[in-house]
């Protein structure tokens, strides 16, 4: 029978996918500190490195990057130390999708093939199929339409072949953005109707939330802009009422990017102020960025070209040089303003 402080750390873990799904962010802290303590007082190093992964994807997934470095940074070095292939590559997992978030694709590209290495190692494909996921997202921000559909493909394969429903639902989310990305909003609009039973039948608010929000972007490329808004609302309000950081600030940005596209200014300058305010308090810079990016252009329309232009250099100056299709987008709202403003 394992020790007491073995089963501590152990049950901890079980329940992660159980407290993300149904937002228990309080839970998931307070099993996994105790867990923490019990498993250093026993020098169970083991453990520890499981308790720093778990609370480092915690705060990752709080939006709290500076924690998240730190604890799974930690981690993954405790897990490498103590042979421990497949836990270090849950951690590689996580920091890269960390690094991708803040903007490092380079790093989170690293990461996320040393980790793929190694869960094909050990056979865990659920996780593998998550990490192609995120190669996909990179190949996403730069532009290569075709690679990043064929990791996606592969991925949702996997786990309809696994049985994950989870899973399916944030791979169709990702195929989803990725047919917005390519101006397909019938074919986005799709994939977020498939993927919104799944969630709603595992309880998943968080979830519900982010395809609310794409469904409602597909619904606006498509000029049906009530039906828009009611989707982007309803994920606004979602992620309120689980304390959602990014969900709210990208729902605020989906609402205010569709104001700004009907005209509509002065109903999106506090959605966008809202998102610019969320992303930069998470320290997301590429994120903060597209909706600066938007902000610009309801300064523009409202006949502000200065603030228009202070704005998109802004946005500039945020952006990583990865992030090649945005740069160039913002570069062209540049050029084609006054050169006297």
């Known amino acids: 029978m394992p020790a007491p402080r073995d089963l501590a750390w152990d049950l901890a873990m079980s329940c992660v996918t159980l407290f993300e799904a149904h937002s228990l962010f309080d839970d998931w802290r307070a099993t996994h500190e105790k867990a923490l303590a019990a498993a250093r007082r026993a020098g169970d190093s083991r453990g520890e490195a499981a308790m720093r992964y778990g609370l480092g ?35 590689l997992r996580n920091l890269a999708l960390l690094h991708r978030t803040t903007g490092r694709l380079d790093l989170a590209y690293a990461h996320y093939e040393e980790a793929r290495a190694l869960l094909v190692r050990h056979g865990d494909r659920a996780v593998e199929a998550h990490v192609l996921i995120g190669l996909a997202q990179i190949h996403l921000d730069q532009g290569q339409f075709p690679l990043a559909e064929e990791l996606l493909a592969e991925s949702l394969r996997t786990f309809r072949e696994i049985g994950n429903r ?33 969630v709603r039948r595992l309880g998943d ?4 939330a982010y395809l609310l929000r794409g469904l409602g972007q597909a619904q606006s490329a498509q000029g049906l802009h009530d039906e828009a808004e ?38 999106a300058e506090p959605q966008l102020t809202r998102a610019i305010e969320l992303f930069a308090a998470m320290g997301n810079a590429p994120w903060q960025a597209r909706a600066i990016n938007v902000l610009a252009l309801t300064r523009q329309k409202q006949g502000d070209l200065a603030a228009a232009r202070e704005l998109w250099e802004q946005a500039l100056a945020q952006l990583p040089g990865s992030n090649l299709l945005e740069r160039e987008e913002i570069t062209a709202h540049l050029t084609v303003l006054p050169p006297s403003v």
């Open 57 to 91: 994807s915690l705060a990752l997934y709080r939006q709290d990057y500076a924690s998240a470095a730190e604890l799974l940074g930690g981690a993954c070095d405790l897990f490498g130390t103590l042979g421990e292939e497949h836990g270090r590559a849950l951690a």
């Open 166 to 198: 989870r899973g399916r639902a944030q791979v169709l989310f990702r195929i989803g953005e990725a047919c917005l990305r390519q101006k397909k909003a019938e074919d986005a609009q799709h994939a977020f109707e498939d993927a919104l039973p799944l």
């Open 205 to 208: 608010l968080v979830g519900e």
């Open 230 to 267: 009611l989707s982007m609302t309803a994920a606004l309000r979602l992620a309120q009422r689980v304390g959602e950081q990014f969900a709210e600030a990208s729902a605020s940005l989906g609402l205010g990017s569709l104001y700004e596209s009907t005209g509509e200014l002065a109903k």
